[in-house]
């Protein structure tokens, strides 16, 4: 694999990376109310989940859903309705008060934030149609193990370095004094933000 068809990957999928999506809602809401850190962490899920649909495409994946369009549509189910969820669960509780208590300690664990980062972006299969398009014109049919490696580690980069600046951006205390000031609000838009990228993976 040659240095300019590396290049075009990694740039493709920084744009992709960097659009609106469930991931980059979450990594903002989490940097807002729960810190940089939490965020961070949830930041590294978002990027092992990019890492695990791109070795997926990789693998194949897009042959497997031409194959066999009824999973496509049933992993889109999955992951449109676990948002919808999520997006229902910050609805209900946007009107209760928000109880910082220390603000520098986070409001969940370093573990459960990952864990989060991870099944936000496996909730959107659209990547792994994305990975594809881009490898099936991109990733040369000789490319060694290292080659595949510099992908699987330039798609974990560019997901992690991303969501950890969105959260950085929305953990300034000026964002969260602007959260608290308007929770309510705040948080049903996250949550209708999230219900709607539910029913775009879904249709589409």
Not at 23 to 35: D, K, L
Request: net charge positive; with cysteine.
């Amino acid at each position: 694999m040659t240095l300019t068809a590396f290049g075009t990957i990694w740039l493709l999928h920084l744009l992709a990376a960097i659009s609106p999506g469930p991931a980059v809602v979450m990594s903002a809401r989490t940097g807002v109310i729960e810190g940089m850190r939490t965020g961070a962490m949830l930041s590294v899920g978002i990027g092992i989940g990019g890492v695990i649909w791109a070795l997926m495409a990789l693998c194949g994946l897009e042959v497997l859903f031409k194959a066999a369009p009824l999973l496509l549509i049933g992993m889109k189910c999955l992951g449109a309705s676990y948002l919808i969820w999520m997006a229902w669960k910050l609805w209900r509780s946007a009107s209760t008060p928000l109880d910082l208590g220390d603000q520098n300690a986070p409001l969940r664990s370093g573990l459960s934030a990952l864990w989060l980062g991870i099944k936000t972006q496996l909730a959107n299969p659209k990547p792994a149609v994305l990975f594809s398009a881009i490898f099936l014109g991109t990733v040369p049919e000789d490319t060694s193990i290292i080659g595949y490696i510099a992908i699987l580690l330039a798609v974990f980069l560019n997901e992690t370095i991303w969501n950890i600046f969105v959260a950085r951006i929305f953990s300034l205390e000026r964002s969260r004094q602007g959260y608290i000031s308007l929770k309510t609000l705040i948080d049903r838009a996250f949550g209708a933000t999230l219900a709607l990228l539910g029913v775009k993976i879904a249709a589409t």
